[in-house]
């Protein structure tokens, strides 16, 4: 289990992340969601004791990171897929890191071939391979200790739809095992279909986090005027709070009644009202996240 508890990280003046508190569970998938600069590697940094937090705490089975006996034996570590020596093979690295580990040297096969890169991908410099691949063996590189617990950043970046698709698959059968996954992406449709919980970050701030059907469920009304500045006002005005959509819609934690009302009241014109639950979690990520973290704009529903 994962428990991060009122991060803060500041540089000088920058607040990278504040207070933030989550926690990834033993059978579960988290997915921890933000644009870029939201301060999702600062947080899995703090997490796994490579940064010190400015404030607040952060622990993996009930300890700093730092603590673990056998932290790779415990908790596997994807944070930067290119940190790997482009010199040695992808079998050289991963017997190293089996060796280091004190893990038995045949699981360093095993590994490569549950990743796809046994045979002659096995063979290539590091220095050769994609980004993808560089991902593949990082994934590798986490999993050799047979660890229960998953932190992953951004393991996506540089996969083919195939590639993703195979990801999704293996955490998930690593969740369904027993083992807590928690994994980064700045796309929400990356970790939309495997994660049961998801964890919004914007400009460091925590904006959501709840199951993806708690987060669908708050997602309000969506409506749409001819005229959105009119829409926006009028709206503010019958004490309904709103935000804006990426594309000009209005998503309202509020009644429909109320809302038609509001415009009616105010001689808008609307071409939408309905329930934003079609719209999806784009749409709520969307929303959430383009204030750049200013909570107070999010539905209470769904703020942390
Ligand atoms: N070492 C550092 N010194 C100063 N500022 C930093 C440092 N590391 C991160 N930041 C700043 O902290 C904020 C959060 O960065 P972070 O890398 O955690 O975001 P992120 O969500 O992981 O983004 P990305 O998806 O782009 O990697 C950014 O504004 C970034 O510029």
Redesign the pocket.
């Known amino acids: 289990m994962i428990h991060v508890d009122q991060l803060t990280k500041r540089?000088g003046d920058?607040v990278?992340?504040r207070d933030v508190s989550f926690r990834c569970e033993p059978g579960t998938v988290t997915g921890f969601l933000?644009?870029?600069?939201?301060?999702?590697?600062?947080?899995m940094r703090m997490l796994c004791g490579l940064t010190s937090p400015t404030a607040g705490r952060a622990t993996v089975l009930g300890v700093p990171y730092r603590s673990l006996p056998s932290p790779g034996r415990e908790i596997g570590v994807l944070l930067d897929a290119s940190a790997q020596h482009a010199g040695r093979t992808g079998r050289e690295v991963l017997g190293l890191t089996a060796q280091l580990l004190g893990v038995d040297p045949g699981r360093a096969e095993a590994t490569l071939r549950r990743v796809g890169l046994d045979g002659k991908a096995g063979r290539r410099r590091v220095g050769d391979y994609s980004l993808g691949m560089r991902q593949r063996l990082g994934l590798a590189t986490a999993l050799i200790g047979d660890p229960r617990i998953l932190v992953l950043?951004?393991p996506a970046n540089g996969l083919d739809p195939e590639g993703i698709a195979w990801m999704r698959g293996l955490l998930r059968e690593f969740a369904d095992g027993g083992g807590t996954v928690l994994l980064?992406s700045?796309l929400l449709r990356e970790v939309e279909a495997v994660a049961d919980r998801l964890v919004v970050?914007s400009g460091?701030r925590i904006v959501a986090d709840g199951t993806k059907e708690e987060l669908l469920r708050s997602t309000g009304v969506l409506v749409r005027s001819t005229d959105r500045t009119g829409l926006r006002r009028a709206l503010a005005a019958a004490g309904l709070p709103s935000t804006t959509t990426t594309d000009g819609g209005q998503l309202v934690e509020g009644d429909p009644e109320a809302i038609g009302r509001a415009a009616l009241d105010a001689g808008l014109v609307l071409t939408e009202l309905r329930p934003a639950d079609g719209a999806g979690l784009e749409e709520l990520f969307l929303s959430l996240t383009q204030n750049g973290g200013q909570a107070a704009d999010v539905p209470q529903e769904v703020a942390a």
């Open positions: 540089y920058h990278a992340v933000g644009p870029n600069g939201a301060g999702k590697s600062t947080t950043d951004e980064s700045h970050i460091g």
